[in-house]
């Protein structure tokens, strides 16, 4: 198993930035997918981008494409997001999970379709206009 803890959210004006991180514990990191999730109020929990252990495979979702950028620090056992420019449509409360799948088989796998079966406790990100 794996325990998540993220960090770093915030209140933000329109075109700013800010950086999401997640703590994991546990053993076998590198058995984990990772992920960032969003769910705004009245919405649906969504995928917003994810990672392979070796950064190979990496997913967004096409509304944060060119905007965010994820990346994991392995020696660290720590996952994060770069958000920037941006937008009150980003508001939610943001999420990490791992989805347990074997490294060999990481690089091949459609990220948005994996089942993630663990998760933090989520973090708000709220955006001003």
């Known amino acids: 198993q794996v325990q998540l803890a993220e960090s770093g959210g915030g209140w933000v004006q329109a075109g700013g930035s800010l950086k999401l991180s997640c703590a994991a514990s546990?053993?076998?990191?590198?058995?984990?997918?990772m992920g960032w999730f969003r769910q705004a109020p009245g919405t649906e929990r969504e995928l917003v981008s994810a990672i392979s252990y070796s950064g190979s495979n990496i997913y967004y979702t096409d509304s944060v494409k060119g905007r965010f950028t994820i990346f994991r620090d392995n020696a660290k056992m720590t996952l994060h997001l770069e958000m920037s420019s941006l937008k009150p449509e980003d508001t939610a409360v943001y999420y990490c999970a791992a989805a347990s799948v074997p490294v060999l088989l990481q690089r091949t796998r459609i990220l948005s379709g994996l089942k993630y079966d663990y998760w933090g406790q989520g973090t708000q990100v709220t955006v001003s206009s």
């Open positions: 546990g053993r076998t990191f590198s058995n984990y997918v």
